[in-house]
């Protein structure tokens, strides 16, 4: 379906809804978290931890040595 298709039939949903002709849809529910989810949270909270360490250690070597070169 392309977006002026989804668009129509989005307006038409909205139209039919309005005119009393459709009941309102209930929302979709929440998909429960696994435990992938968990681990790939937890997993890239870790590298990143890493990786603001090692980037903040670089930044001071690097001011240390242009220091050290002037």
Same mark, same amino acid.
């Given at each position: 379906?392309?977006?002026?298709?989804? $668009?129509?039939?989005?307006?038409?949903? !909205?139209?039919? *809804? =309005?005119a009393?002709?459709m009941?309102?849809?209930?929302?979709? %529910?929440?998909?429960?978290e $696994?435990?992938?989810?968990v681990?790939? !949270?937890?997993? *890239? =909270?870790?590298l990143?931890?890493?990786?603001?360490?090692?980037? %903040?250690?670089?930044?001071?070597?690097r001011?240390a040595?242009?220091? !050290?070169?002037?």
């Amino acid at each position: 379906m392309n977006a002026l298709e989804s $668009t129509f039939a989005k307006l038409e949903d !909205r139209m039919s *809804r =309005a005119a009393g002709l459709m009941p309102e849809r209930p929302a979709p %529910a929440p998909v429960p978290e $696994t435990k992938g989810d968990v681990t790939t !949270r937890a997993a *890239r =909270a870790i590298l990143d931890a890493e990786n603001e360490a090692r980037n %903040a250690k670089i930044a001071a070597l690097r001011a240390a040595r242009l220091e !050290r070169e002037d």
